[in-house]
Each structure stands twice: as structure tokens, then as C-alpha cells.
């Protein structure tokens, strides 16, 4: 079984990045601007905005985060984002999720303007995605397909079925999957967690992609001989044995499955460090269709 390792292909697309900012430094230009609103002290949102930040110091971008407290009021957000929209010196935005609930969040990712829309959350970035349009395509999908290019995995008339309808992950997946291009051309299945006899379209698939958020969900008795299988979930499992109090557990079993499948993508390691990578190149993206 391979082994599709997010980490060794993360680290060169990063030195690539870094290697266009240092041309744009050369040349005495401004590098880009990522800025994150981050509302309220959640452990994993905490954790993901820093991480964010760090990619953009290592690459030489420009970040910004703006924290605030779970008490923020939605008009002191919405305030904020409209001052982001209008300064010319940011290129993109992203408002880490969840909200607090007394926060809409309809509101605020309609409020973002599309053209600085990195997340692709905006109902603009997501219907032009649909119709196959250029856009920003949100960061996890986006990984999923850089995975999917980089290992040059044949998808053309293959079955993917994808496990999880969230509109972060599992619907922009399925019309990615399903567009006319070279990696992602197949025939698609959206199951989610009303989908009845689930195991048995997960049993279809040559490519499987979990999108579930349940620890280790999908088993090796699931699949298809030789299946393909891309492991979205990151969830905290508590085990009072690691100095953090908790380990990441993806949705796959990957111990149970790798007998099964032909290819898993590990957690960590896997598809996370491509995610993170697909908001850099939507920031660049952004700084480019502006300069
Ligand atoms: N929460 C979980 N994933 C994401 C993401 O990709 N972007 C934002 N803004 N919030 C998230």
C-alpha cells in the first residue's frame, strides 16, 4: 500500500512559494497580505489560525490576525471585515470557524468581498466553483486535488464516493470530483450520515474520501480491493498519555485499512499540510489578479 504523504509535497510547493516572494522583495514590491479574524479562545480554531500565520511568515507573506473575544458582538465582526474589504494592502480574508452562536455566519462569510473570498466560502467563490468557473477553491478541496495531481491518480470514469456533506469539505468535493477535468472526473456519490446502507457504497469506490469527523469511521472490511482512500478528518481524542491530552485521529482506521486499499493518505500528514498550502495559492492568487 502507498503511502500519499502531504508533508515531503507540502515543503516543496512552500520553497517555491517562498522563491516567487523573494522576486517580488527583489523587485521592491509589496508581498501578499493574509488576514484572519479569529472570534473567541477555541483550542482547534486557535491552533489552525496560528498555524496559518506561520505558513505565511515562512513563505514571506504578509499576515495579519484579529482576535476577539467570545463576547464580540456580530456588527464589531461584520465592522471588521468591511475595514479588511477596503484596504487595499490585504489580498485575502478569512474568518476562522465556528462562530460564536449569537454570530451569523451566513453574515459574515457574505460580507467578505468574493475577490478576497480565499476561504471560497462566499456564495460567489462557491457558485462559479459549481458552474466550473475560475475561483477560489476552498483549501481542504483544493489539497485533495493537489494530492490527487501529484501522485497523477487516475480519476476519469472511477467511482468516488464522498463521506460528509459539510459545505467546508464534502459538497465543494463532490462537484470538484465530478467536473471535466483530469483529476476529478468521476462518477460521484455524496453519502452523509442519513444515507442509508453506507458501508455498502463506500464497498463501490476506487476512491474513497472521508469527510465524516468520526475517529477512525471507515474500516477496512469497507472498501473495494485496491481502494483509494483520503482521510480528511482531524479530530482530538482525548489520551492522557501524550503531553498534549490529546491525539489527532483521522476518520480512516488506517492500521485496518491498509491491507485493503492501494493508497491512504496518513493523519497527520496527509491531505492537512496540502490544505494549508491550497490558502497560501489562493492568497498569491488574489495578490496577483490585483498587482
Ligand atoms: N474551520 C474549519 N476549517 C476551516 C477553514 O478552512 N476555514 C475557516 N475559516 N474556518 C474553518
Not at 515562512?58 to 473575544?69: A, H, P, W
Not at 465530478?178 to 444515507?195: D, F
Not at 496518513?266 to 498587482?291: A, D, E, H, Q
Amino acid at each position: 500500500m502507498q503511502i500519499l504523504n502531504g508533508l515531503q509535497v507540502a515543503k516543496t510547493i512552500k520553497e517555491q512559494i517562498t522563491q516567487e516572494v523573494n522576486t517580488l522583495k527583489q523587485k521592491g514590491l509589496r508581498v501578499p497580505h493574509l488576514a484572519a479574524i479569529l472570534v473567541g479562545s477555541d483550542g482547534a480554531s486557535q491552533t489552525y489560525v496560528n498555524s496559518k500565520e506561520a505558513d505565511c511568515k515562512q513563505v514571506g507573506f504578509d499576515s495579519s490576525v484579529f482576535r476577539y473575544d467570545e463576547t464580540a458582538t456580530e456588527q464589531e465582526i461584520l465592522d471588521k471585515v468591511e475595514e479588511i474589504n477596503n484596504n487595499p494592502n490585504i489580498d485575502g480574508l478569512i474568518v476562522q470557524l465556528p462562530l460564536p452562536k449569537h454570530i451569523s455566519e451566513l453574515k459574515v462569510t457574505q460580507m467578505i468581498n468574493a475577490e478576497k473570498d480565499v476561504d471560497g466560502f462566499h456564495t460567489i467563490s462557491l457558485g462559479k466553483l459549481l458552474k466550473g468557473e475560475d475561483t477560489f477553491i476552498p483549501a481542504t478541496p483544493y489539497g485533495i486535488l493537489m494530492m490527487l495531481e501529484l501522485y497523477n491518480i487516475e480519476t476519469t470514469g472511477k467511482h468516488c464516493v464522498v463521506v460528509g456533506r459539510s459545505n467546508i469539505v464534502g459538497r465543494p468535493m463532490s462537484v470538484l470530483m465530478s467536473q471535466n477535468t483530469k483529476y476529478g472526473n468521476c462518477t460521484v456519490t455524496l453519502t452523509h450520515s442519513k444515507t442509508q446502507n453506507l458501508e455498502s457504497f463506500v464497498q463501490q469506490a476506487d476512491i474513497v474520501i472521508a469527510a465524516l469527523g468520526k475517529p477512525e469511521f471507515i474500516k477496512g472490511s469497507m472498501l473495494k480491493q485496491g481502494a483509494i482512500v483520503i482521510d480528511v478528518g482531524i479530530t482530538r481524542v482525548e489520551d492522557s498519555s501524550n503531553p498534549k491530552g490529546y491525539i489527532l485521529k483521522g476518520d480512516v482506521d488506517f492500521e485496518d485499512v491498509k491491507e485493503i486499499a492501494s493508497a491512504v493518505t496518513p493523519v497527520p500528514g496527509g491531505v492537512g499540510p496540502l490544505t494549508r498550502i491550497g490558502l497560501l495559492k489562493n492568497t498569491f492568487k488574489s495578490y496577483l489578479k490585483s498587482n
